[in-house]
């Protein structure tokens, strides 16, 4: 029906089966022939920034150049000798933002409220279009003709003269009381 052979798809499979197999370092899925992305251990101490938790339970950088191992040997020595540039980049070791740094503010308030008003605009305009295109005309019993009609027929109707809209009328002056 689609023109596949038996031997076409046995073929197909056979690769996909051996590029499974034979796969270097990563895991392969043979149904999807891409790589799979590492996986984080979470049992290991990870690193991050905060105010509320000023110590990391570990470095910032782990894995040091030479330039960064001669620098911490200097550390161990007397810090009078140390530069202010070495001294900043024995802290960039340990931590990546200064406290200055993790209390700078983003301004991440602003795209939150172009966002709010956009979806606001955006609803504006469909329920204008909705007015216009979807909903039926208002009833004319809305208008302000229409309701002093009404008003008028109950006033003569004389509807709950004791408490209600007739006991408020002054039949003889035609006036509100």
């Known amino acids: 029906m689609l023109g596949v052979t038996a031997g076409h798809v046995r073929t197909v499979l056979a690769r996909r089966v051996t590029a499974a197999l034979t796969s270097g370092g990563g895991v392969r899925m043979a149904s999807h022939s891409h790589e799979v992305g590492d996986t984080v251990d979470m049992s290991k101490p990870l690193y991050y920034d905060s105010v509320g938790y000023p110590l990391p339970d570990r470095p910032y950088k782990e894995e040091l150049s030479a330039a960064d191992k001669s620098l911490k040997q200097k ?58 295109y979807v909903y039926p005309e208002r009833p004319r019993t ?7 009609k009404q008003l008028q027929r109950m006033l003569d109707m004389k509807i709950n003269p004791v408490e209600g809209l007739s006991s408020k009328w002054d039949y003889e002056k035609r006036q509100w009381k």
């Not at 602003?110 to 329920?127: C, E, P, Y």
């Not at 809305?142 to 002093?148: G, L, S």
Request: net charge negative; proline share 3%.
């Open 75 to 132: 550390e161990k020595g007397p810090w009078s000798q140390l530069t202010k540039e070495e001294k900043m980049a024995l802290y960039r070791l340990k931590f990546n933002l200064t406290y200055s740094e993790m209390k700078q503010p983003t301004y991440e308030w602003k795209t939150v409220l172009g966002g709010i008003f956009f979806f606001l605009g955006l609803t504006g305009l469909l329920f204008w279009w909705q007015s216009i």
């Open 142 to 148: 809305f208008d302000e003709d229409w309701q002093a």
